[in-house]
């Protein structure tokens, strides 16, 4: 480049080294395009020899979280998507089509709920909410033109564990896909692709990531599942950014971690609030495997409580309507991830202006739990 004027200069000047100096972390590929040194080049892509092309439709740091998720699931392929929410529209859009027919959980994650019953009917696509905790009701509610069963592994916000293996039978019995929204559980807690689910979702928003600073989804399944949710992904433009891919790979490297020490921290949580005279319920799972329960407590304050003063009263607790970061957080499920429900639905959930959800974060367990109970204190009439 020595006989090039400083404009032309100041354009191509950074593009010269094609080497990665051996970086031990994997570098972020913020490019919306790659090139190509000839034709022969540009045609092996599409031979399927050269892996990139666009980013829209694949680039290193988005492959790289999508294999690290389908290796921690255990399943052939994954692929990222823009959020949580986008990854679950391309997972239904690639098994279900319009005319098509979904049993759906009543006790979803918000976001999702609205998502099945309000938009996709937009598509064609019906849906039935039934309680997944009863295998009668799901089998009645089977049609001929159901493609899917879909429920999350550990329900928001009463955190009912599903019995994924029961899932998967009726499925199978009824050549229906399964699709389980892992979220709440992660991987390091529950594995369903191993116990025969089709899809496994993730909003890596929360857990995967684990920082609350990068909005992401992954979904994970065989090779061929995943060809057609990527080929959703992108014809609906939801792909993850680069950078943000590379956040969430990043947190990925300290999920074990985090959720040892988070499940642990939620355990002591709802071990010590079940004593607790001012709560009249909390809601932690029996058991979901050897790993751990989740990180979630939901509890239900006594009528002595003030709700707004309690809210007011957390100090370095922040009221946040997520979940599954390092710091402890709560949310108000009536206020934020409930709000749209049905007042019926709300009702037949249990969800009331009582109830609030507990984020556990990696701090001192026993600090967690004074901060909480202060707040408590400090409420009552
Ligand atoms: C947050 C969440 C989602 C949606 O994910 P986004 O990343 O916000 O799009 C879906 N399912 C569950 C269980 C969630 O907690």
């Given at each position: 480049?020595?006989?090039?004027?400083?404009?032309?200069?100041?354009?191509?000047?950074?593009?010269?080294?094609?080497?990665h100096?051996?970086?031990?972390?994997?570098?972020?590929?913020?490019?919306?395009?790659f090139?190509?040194?000839?034709?022969?080049?540009?045609?092996?892509?599409?031979?399927?020899?050269?892996?990139?092309?666009?980013?829209?439709?694949?680039?290193?740091n988005?492959?790289?979280?999508?294999?690290?998720?389908?290796?921690?699931?255990?399943?052939?392929?994954?692929?990222?998507?823009?959020?949580?929410?986008?990854?679950?529209?391309a997972?239904?859009?690639a098994?279900?089509?319009?005319?098509?027919?979904?049993?759906?959980?009543?006790?979803?994650?918000?976001?999702?709920?609205?998502?099945?019953?309000?938009?996709?009917?937009?598509?064609?696509?019906?849906?039935?909410?039934?309680?997944?905790?009863?295998?009668?009701?799901i089998?009645?509610?089977?049609?001929?033109?159901?493609?899917?069963?879909?429920?999350?592994t550990?329900?928001?916000?009463?955190?009912?564990a599903?019995?994924?293996?029961k899932?998967?039978?009726?499925?199978r019995?009824?050549?229906?896909?399964?699709?389980?929204?892992?979220?709440?559980?992660?991987?390091?807690?529950?594995q369903?692709?191993?116990?025969?689910?089709?899809?496994?979702?993730?909003?890596?928003?929360?857990?995967?990531?684990?920082?609350?600073d990068?909005?992401?989804?992954?979904?994970a399944?065989?090779?061929t599942?995943?060809?057609?949710?990527?080929?959703?992904?992108i014809?609906?433009?939801?792909?993850?950014?680069?950078?943000?891919?590379?956040?969430?790979?990043?947190?990925?490297?300290?999920?074990?971690?985090?959720?040892?020490?988070?499940?642990q921290?939620?355990?002591?949580?709802?071990?010590?609030?079940?004593?607790n005279?001012n709560?009249?319920?909390?809601?932690?799972?029996?058991?979901?495997?050897?790993?751990?329960?989740?990180?979630?407590?939901?509890?239900?304050?006594?009528s002595?409580?003030?709700?707004?003063?309690?809210?007011?009263?957390?100090?370095?607790?922040?009221?946040?309507?997520?979940?599954?970061?390092?710091?402890?957080?709560?949310?108000?499920?009536?206020?934020?991830s409930?709000?749209?429900?049905p007042?019926?639905?709300?009702?037949?959930?249990?969800?009331?202006?009582?109830v609030?959800?507990i984020?556990?974060?990696?701090?001192?367990?026993?600090?967690?739990?004074?901060?909480?109970?202060s707040?408590?204190?400090?409420?009552?009439?």
């Amino acid at each position: 480049m020595r006989d090039v004027s400083f404009d032309t200069l100041a354009v191509h000047q950074s593009l010269k080294g094609k080497s990665h100096f051996t970086s031990k972390a994997t570098p972020i590929y913020q490019t919306s395009s790659f090139s190509f040194r000839n034709l022969d080049e540009l045609e092996s892509y599409f031979e399927g020899e050269t892996p990139y092309l666009y980013t829209r439709y694949g680039n290193p740091n988005t492959d790289e979280l999508g294999s690290a998720v389908a290796t921690l699931e255990g399943a052939e392929s994954g692929v990222a998507a823009s959020s949580g929410m986008s990854a679950i529209l391309a997972g239904i859009l690639a098994v279900a089509k319009n005319g098509d027919h979904i049993v759906a959980c009543d006790d979803l994650y918000g976001g999702t709920y609205h998502l099945l019953d309000a938009e996709l009917k937009n598509f064609g696509i019906a849906v039935s909410f039934v309680s997944f905790g009863n295998e009668q009701e799901i089998r009645e509610a089977i049609r001929e033109n159901t493609k899917l069963l879909y429920t999350e592994t550990i329900t928001n916000p009463f955190l009912r564990a599903e019995n994924i293996k029961k899932l998967v039978d009726i499925a199978r019995e009824h050549s229906l896909f399964s699709m389980v929204d892992n979220t709440f559980a992660t991987p390091y807690v529950l594995q369903p692709y191993k116990d025969g689910v089709d899809l496994v979702v993730h909003s890596a928003t929360k857990y995967l990531g684990g920082h609350s600073d990068v909005s992401a989804g992954v979904i994970a399944g065989s090779e061929t599942l995943i060809q057609s949710v990527r080929q959703k992904i992108i014809s609906l433009g939801a792909n993850l950014s680069p950078f943000e891919a590379w956040l969430t790979c990043r947190g990925i490297k300290t999920l074990a971690l985090r959720m040892e020490k988070q499940n642990q921290n939620a355990q002591f949580m709802a071990d010590q609030l079940k004593q607790n005279a001012n709560i009249n319920k909390v809601y932690f799972p029996e058991f979901v495997s050897e790993k751990g329960n989740g990180a979630i407590v939901t509890i239900e304050l006594s009528s002595q409580c003030d709700i707004r003063t309690f809210f007011a009263s957390l100090g370095w607790i922040k009221i946040v309507p997520s979940l599954g970061g390092v710091e402890t957080s709560v949310s108000y499920p009536l206020g934020t991830s409930h709000r749209n429900l049905p007042l019926e639905a709300q009702e037949k959930l249990g969800i009331n202006d009582r109830v609030i959800r507990i984020s556990v974060g990696i701090e001192s367990s026993k600090e967690i739990v004074n901060q909480l109970l202060s707040a408590i204190e400090a409420s009552l009439i």
